[in-house]
């Protein structure tokens, strides 16, 4: 959820500038320190971003994605122990399966989940 915290320290008066510098550094993952997960990147590229919802319509449609292929996966393999895709993966196991995450990015994951989705999440405690 790194990129997604640092979209929100953005001010609504230079969101947008600033975001499309971020969504450059997102998609190239340039950034050694703070890697961005794969997946995550990918569906940034070629993104205008103007606002916080067009970030939270991202990651909206990231989470429904990796639920989706992960509901497929597993129908097919109730014992599949993971999703194809590591970016996909990383996704689920943060979000969906309770891995332990801090308190903020448990929030932020919260806000960001598609209506669908809500409430369909496990304690990530």
Known sequence: MGPYHEFARFSDK?????AQDLVTRITNNSDRKKPVNPYVSSQFRG???KSM?????IYGRVFAMVESNWQQVSSRNPN???LPDAGQEAVRLAVFTGARAGEDQIEAIRRALPRNLQGRETRLR
Do not use: C, E, G, M
């Not at 919802?53 to 319509?57: F, I, N, P, Q, W």
């Open 53 to 57: 919802s067009d970030v939270v319509t």
């Open 47 to 49: 993104r205008y971003v």
């Open 14 to 18: 230079d969101f947008a500038t600033k």
């Open 80 to 82: 599949a122990p993971a």
